[in-house]
């Protein structure tokens, strides 16, 4: 598809990194393989515990063949220095390896898994496709999933709020996973079929998503106070290992994956405002304040002339980008404009989530009034969410891309806020919930169309989209399984050890491939 260009270090150094563990995981498949050859060949009472063994293996097996990591090999990891690791890795130690085994495994299906990618997008192996779009045929698939998802994973919650202890439900968790669900399902047909007359709407559902890191990691921090290294770690982690990885194994910029620096950005500044001074943020004078210095910082970074890049320009490395078809802006703007249009969204989002226990003790006493008062409020709720949304529609979201950019910061807020209305307009309506498929592969490379079938489109969604859910599915699992290796949650003094010894493999491989590198032009 895209050209490949030369290999490139971090390419390189990915290879040599991951061809050792490939190696080295079938090494001890061999291994474990040998060792259950060998006891099954064992029949007498002397060893009755080593077949009890055998048994609680079999339950290892069994979490390994589901995608996740035993806690028995998890625990042994964490346990032991990272020097001996690393040193019982190199040597092939075959205790360490059988213990480890799930680890490797899940580090090779990973690596596996950047390679199918580098070639479906940077190889001439797979054909290409180019996109069209059908009004018709993208509303037919669209809601042929909502029935499909109604018809299958349609749910009642009787979950207890964790403020009122009551069955409100409001903004609840299975609420919020279906609104990115359907959300993310849109997003991806957007890009699959070019659907550029629903660019406006694209727009609002990625501030959805930054409201949402606002709200949800508001509530998480002020409700449980952890503040922990390793909460940051693993957020940091969730965010951001995998789009680390395509942007080597692909030669990427990260501000192609745009969304993760964005939430990046947005959790840190939720994190910063909840952790600095946490002990006072029971006092709402302090919130208050905590909630203005946000305001005031999105306002002189992005409104005040200047002040963008000369915050931004130490992070040039990592934020520059350079859009081929516009290359005379200067490599922040799209960071610029990305990061801009929700600049205001997540302070909502962290308004909202402040404000929710008040809002659900308000709805309680709304679903204990007489019948013809909660009528009467319910319904000019309803009338007011409507009437305003219709506004928003007719005069800001029908304006051209270029306009509705310039309202956008301001005025996103109408829209989630009149969903979030409606969604919560009854107990029975709020109660209930569909799932659907939220991807976690980011698209970097959306203007053209992997072709396993050429020529049969529909047949080639088909597959496509298949193959996309599975491997999706697998990097979530993944993802999480290794860090519950890598990212310990209560041992800072590890998880330092672990990121040094990171950063140094990483130093070390990346040295190593530059040399190779150097070598042909040498010669």
């Known amino acids: 598809m895209a050209n490949p260009g030369p290999l490139m270090p971090g390419q390189v150094s990915f290879l040599l990194g991951f061809l050792p563990v490939l190696v ?100 001439n192996l797979l054909a290409e496709s180019t996109k069209s779009y059908n009004r018709d045929l993208f509303l037919f698939l669209y809601f042929l999933l909502i029935i499909v998802s109604a018809m299958t994973s ?42 550029t007359e629903i660019y406006n709407a694209i727009r609002v559902f990625i501030a959805a998503y ?41 030669n990427n910029d990260y501000m192609l994956y745009y ?14 405002a909840l952790g600095i001074f946490n002990k006072y943020n029971e006092m709402p004078a302090v ?29 040039f490395f990592l934020l520059g980008y350079t859009d081929p078809a516009k290359p005379e802006l200067p490599r ?45 409020i319910k319904a000019g709720i309803f009338a007011s969410s409507v009437f305003v949304g219709y506004l928003w529609y007719e005069y800001i979201y029908k304006l051209d891309k270029i306009a509705y950019n310039k309202l956008h910061p301001y005025t996103s807020w109408i829209p989630i806020t009149v969903y979030i209305c409606l969604r919560n307009f009854t107990q029975q309506l709020r109660g209930c919930s569909l799932t659907l498929f939220a991807s976690s592969i980011p698209n970097g490379q959306p203007k053209w169309l992997l072709s396993f079938i050429p020529d049969y489109p529909m047949l080639n969604f088909m597959l496509t989209t298949a193959v996309y859910i599975l491997v999706s599915h697998r990097l979530f699992e993944l993802t999480n399984s290794l860090k519950s290796v890598f990212i310990p949650t209560k041992d800072n003094r590890r998880l330092f050890q672990n990121f040094v010894a990171g950063v140094a493999i990483a130093i070390s491989l990346y040295t190593f491939a530059f040399v190779l590198l150097l070598i042909p032009n040498n010669t």
């Open 24 to 123: 080295i995981w079938i090494y001890s498949e061999l291994l474990e393989y040998r060792k259950y050859s060998s006891l099954s060949k064992v029949h007498s009472d002397s060893n009755l515990v080593e077949l009890g063994n055998v048994a609680v293996k079999e339950e290892d097996r069994a979490m390994l063949l589901e995608g996740g990591l035993t806690k028995s090999a998890s625990a042994r990891f964490h346990s032991s220095p990272v020097k001996s690791n690393l040193f019982r890795f190199v040597s092939m130690d075959e205790g360490f390896l059988l213990e480890n085994r799930a680890t490797l495994r899940a580090m090779t299906e990973f690596g596996a898994i950047l390679v199918y990618f580098y070639v479906c997008d940077r190889t």
């Open 154 to 195: 349609f749910k009642k919650h009787q979950d207890k709020s964790a403020f009122s202890g009551k069955s409100i439900l409001y903004l609840n968790r299975h609420q919020t996973e279906e609104w990115k669900g359907w959300m993310q399902v849109l997003f991806l047909m957007y890009h699959y079929f070019a659907a």
């Open 210 to 250: 930054v409201w949402m890191t606002g709200f949800g990691n508001f509530s998480y921090y002020y409700i449980r106070k952890d503040f922990s290294l390793a909460r940051f770690a693993q957020m940091m982690w969730r965010l951001n290992f995998f789009v680390a990885f395509c942007c080597i194994i692909l």
């Open 259 to 272: 969304i993760c620096p964005m939430h990046t950005l947005f959790t840190l500044m939720v994190y910063g």
């Open 287 to 315: 919130m208050a304040l905590k909630i203005f210095a946000c305001v005031l910082a999105v306002i002189i970074i992005w409104e005040v002339p200047g002040v963008f890049d000369i915050v931004w320009s130490p992070f």
């Open 332 to 376: 922040l703007h799209e960071w610029h404009f990305r990061s801009g249009l929700d600049r205001y969204i997540w302070i909502i989002g962290m308004l909202y989530a402040y404000y929710h226990p008040n809002v659900e003790k308000w709805m309680e006493k709304l679903e204990e009034a007489e019948p013809k008062r909660r009528r009467t």
